[in-house]
């Protein structure tokens, strides 16, 4: 899960994107509103955490132009303020969430998974399909209850399919989805991880839509 983080603080900054990387996040930050915004404008996130005080763009500005330009993806607003008339602005601009400084990065994790969970129609922490369950809470994995050891990068792959479960996924979009924008960046690295899981999961629990990318696969799928 790929995440814009928009925060002027540069320690809170700091804080935030080292505790939600070590949660398993792929982050990029801007300092400001006006590279915030660009980077929601022509890149694809996930989700974004963006503070409302910021300079040159305010954050209910950079969300306003957001969705009147269409991206929809969820967006956590953070605030220094109770009051609230700024919360219902932020809400009516199109925020997705808010919180209120200062918080514990433990319930911004949590609550960015929440709006994850959401956006993919599903309010169960634990994603399932097929014999393969996901808590997105802890990382644990089981096929047919057996736990599976996936490294970090298995569980960001297998964590996007298994969000959206009927959906092809290109090798594009997991690279974007997967990866910040400064980590090394190979599309055959997906490739890698994907037969890995194959391995560890069946080799029917994600297919190859040739020329398209990959999905999660069916009852009834057969290896490749």
């Given at each position: 899960?790929?995440?814009?983080?928009?925060?002027?603080?540069?320690?809170?900054?700091?804080?935030?994107?080292?505790?939600?990387?070590?949660?398993?996040?792929?982050?990029?930050?801007?300092?400001?509103?006006?590279?915030?915004?660009?980077?929601?404008?022509?890149?694809?996130?996930?989700?974004?955490?963006?503070?409302?005080?910021?300079?040159?763009?305010?954050?209910?500005?950079?969300?306003?132009?957001?969705?009147?330009?269409?991206?929809?993806?969820?967006?956590?607003?953070?605030?220094?303020?109770?009051?609230?008339?700024?919360?219902?602005?932020?809400?009516n601009a199109g925020a997705?969430?808010?919180?209120?400084?200062?918080?514990h990065i433990e319930e911004?994790?949590?609550?960015?998974?929440?709006?994850?969970?959401?956006?993919?129609?599903?309010?169960?922490?634990?994603?399932?399909?097929?014999?393969?369950?996901?808590?997105?809470?802890?990382?644990?994995?089981?096929?047919?209850?057996?736990?599976?050891?996936?490294?970090?990068?298995?569980?960001?792959?297998?964590?996007?399919?298994?969000?959206?479960?009927?959906?092809?996924?290109?090798?594009?979009?997991?690279?974007?989805?997967?990866?910040?924008?400064?980590?090394?960046?190979?599309?055959?690295?997906?490739?890698?991880?994907?037969?890995?899981?194959?391995?560890?999961?069946?080799h029917g629990s994600i297919?190859?839509?040739?020329?398209?990318?990959?999905?999660?696969?069916?009852?009834?799928?057969?290896?490749?």
């Amino acid at each position: 899960m790929r995440i814009l983080l928009i925060e002027d603080d540069a320690d809170l900054s700091s804080r935030l994107h080292k505790g939600l990387t070590k949660a398993g996040f792929a982050v990029d930050s801007a300092a400001d509103g006006e590279a915030g915004w660009q980077m929601g404008e022509t890149q694809d996130f996930d989700a974004a955490v963006l503070d409302i005080g910021l300079p040159s763009l305010t954050g209910i500005e950079v969300l306003k132009r957001w969705r009147a330009a269409g991206r929809n993806f969820p967006v956590l607003l953070l605030t220094a303020r109770s009051g609230w008339a700024e919360r219902v602005s932020g809400l009516n601009a199109g925020a997705d969430d808010y919180l209120e400084k200062p918080f514990h990065i433990e319930e911004v994790v949590a609550r960015l998974r929440a709006l994850a969970r959401r956006s993919a129609g599903a309010a169960n922490p634990v994603l399932h399909h097929r014999d393969i369950d996901l808590d997105t809470i802890t990382g644990r994995v089981t096929c047919a209850g057996r736990p599976i050891d996936l490294t970090a990068q298995e569980l960001k792959i297998l964590s996007y399919l298994m969000h959206r479960p009927t959906r092809i996924v290109s090798q594009g979009e997991l690279v974007d989805h997967v990866y910040s924008f400064d980590a090394p960046r190979q599309s055959n690295t997906v490739e890698v991880y994907v037969a890995r899981l194959r391995r560890k999961l069946g080799h029917g629990s994600i297919r190859t839509v040739r020329g398209l990318g990959y999905r999660l696969g069916d009852e009834g799928d057969a290896a490749e």
